[in-house]
């Protein structure tokens, strides 16, 4: 088993930044992807950006520019740094990472971007 623990959201107002953390633990192996998904209000869960265990990255394209992912693999925890927050980034982000064939999610973390 595998959990996950996320922090950092909260309320912020256009063009701010806020950052995200989430921490793995349990039976994690070397050869893991992790991520960042939200879901908005109304919308679907969608990925927001994906890193693997060597470092390659990618995001969905409304992100690219503004969020950038990384990962210490020694604490086994991935990092969203999010700047020039938009409203439409409102919603639960939730962590997520895919190993050893598993895929488990955190409880997700709110952000609330105002305008």
């Known amino acids: 088993q595998v959990q996950l623990v996320e922090s950092g959201g909260g309320l912020v107002q256009a063009g701010g930044s806020l950052r995200l953390s989430c921490t793995a633990s349990g039976r994690i192996s070397g050869f893991n992807v992790m991520g960042w998904y939200r879901q908005g209000p109304g919308k679907q869960r969608e990925l927001v950006a994906r890193i693997t265990f060597g470092g390659s990255t990618n995001y969905v394209d409304s992100v690219k520019g503004r969020f950038t992912i990384s990962r210490d693999n020694y604490k086994n925890t991935v990092y969203l740094q999010m700047n020039s927050l938009k409203p439409e980034d409102t919603g639960t982000y939730y962590c997520?990472?895919?190993?050893?064939?598993?895929?488990?999610w955190g409880k997700g973390t709110l952000v609330t971007v105002s305008s």
């Open positions: 997520n990472i895919a190993v050893a064939g598993m895929t488990y």
